[in-house]
């Protein structure tokens, strides 16, 4: 407690990014480092934020841009004269070989994918800000942790002192007794509260071996295996300065918020996919090649190329396109309600912890996005 009345709040403050150097300790800011470089949970929320991002820079190149592809082919064929009205003439049998270059592109007329790799997007950041607040859960555990441990040493240690001090004045009161000093009632008094302070400290030791085991499970190990270092009061300075943010401002910079806003977002998306869906569909292809009956003559210059548009407008799906867009919409109220309520408990959080780590990518989300069905 030396020193308490020194620390101070900072309104408009913030911690930075790594917060936990601030208490000044070696062996806290490198337990922190092992639990970073060890989490299980926090290793799975990147590879799902990796694998997010692989989907969209993929589904960025089918959409957005043509696909050229080559297609080598032989085969033997028999043709009949009936194949071309002439009954009598004789078959025909030959190889036939082929090499061509085919390329084909899906002319976005009406924004449907653009809107389908904006939902993408809205994945990318879902998972983003999902990372981020597993990043930062795992952080607070590990360092709250650490300071309940050092907290129940330190009343471990307290308590010890107490019972020696108890032990000693029981001895002197037995020689005081044995003497006739004190009745038999006051060295009952005292053995039975030396005996009371005696039972507390099993607990605390119980409690003591949870907040290890629970430090070793946060930084990726058994506690059977787990080498960690101990904690005690004495080796943790507290920050001189808190930092103090009101409500409004902490709530944006909360990863569980943008995760909301994210989803929100590929909602509104999700609706502009299905409402272009009721629109045509153009198609652009082109295609080169050559085609030979004798495969060392095959790039001779018997060139064949062809080229062509095909539009494609949905006539009847038995009701399917409608449902869709029909979902897509309650899918979007569904999710700014869930928005909402993560704002809410967001202020509900804040008026009773004033300040956070400012570790969030994105400390200001995106405007939420009203659904729209212009595709």
Not at 234 to 259: F, G, K, M, N, Y
Not at 299 to 310: L, N, Q, T
């Amino acid at each position: 407690e030396k020193g308490a009345e020194m620390h101070r709040f900072v309104a408009g403050g913030d911690l930075p990014a790594q917060w936990w150097p601030l208490f000044k300790s070696d062996a806290l800011n490198q337990l922190v480092r092992d639990s970073l470089a060890a989490s299980p949970t926090l290793a799975a929320a990147e590879a799902t934020l990796r694998q997010a991002r692989e989907n969209l820079i993929a589904e960025r190149g089918a959409l957005l841009l043509p696909k050229v592809d080559g297609s080598l082919s032989a085969k033997r064929q028999k043709i009949s004269g009936a194949s071309f009205g002439q009954p009598g003439a004789p078959a025909s049998i030959f190889s036939l070989y082929g090499a061509s270059v085919d390329v084909s592109y899906a002319l976005d007329a009406f924004g449907g994918n653009r809107r389908e790799l904006e939902s993408l997007q809205a994945l990318v950041d879902y998972q983003s800000y999902q990372f981020e607040g597993a990043r930062l859960s795992l952080t607070a555990n590990v360092v709250t942790t650490a300071i309940r441990e050092a907290q129940i040493r330190a009343q471990i240690k307290a308590t010890q002192e107490v019972l020696a001090a108890e032990q000693k004045q029981g001895t002197l009161s037995e020689k005081q007794f044995e003497l006739g000093a004190v009745a038999r009632l006051v060295l009952t008094s005292q053995r039975t509260q030396g005996e009371q302070t005696r039972a507390l400290l099993p607990p605390l030791e119980r409690d003591l071996a949870k907040a290890r085991h629970q430090l070793a499970v946060l930084s990726g190990r058994l506690p059977s295996e787990a080498n960690l270092p101990e904690f005690d009061l004495d080796a943790i300075t507290l920050p001189q300065e808190l930092p103090v943010s009101i409500p409004s401002s902490l709530t944006r910079q909360r990863p569980d918020v943008q995760a909301a806003e994210a989803l929100l977002h590929e909602a509104s998306a999700l609706i502009g996919v299905a409402t272009a869906n009721e629109y045509p569909k153009i198609n652009l292809t082109g295609s080169i090649g050559d085609q030979s009956l004798r495969l060392g003559s095959l790039f001779a210059g018997a060139v064949v190329w062809s080229v062509g548009a095909g539009l494609l407008q949905p006539l009847f799906h038995g009701g399917e396109i409608e449902s869709r867009l029909r979902a897509a919409l309650p899918a979007y109220a569904q999710g700014d309600e869930r928005y909402r309520q993560s704002v809410l408990m967001a202020f509900h959080a804040g008026t009773a912890r004033a300040t956070t780590p400012r570790g969030c990518r994105h400390p200001h989300p995106p405007p939420r996005r009203a659904p729209s069905r212009a595709p």
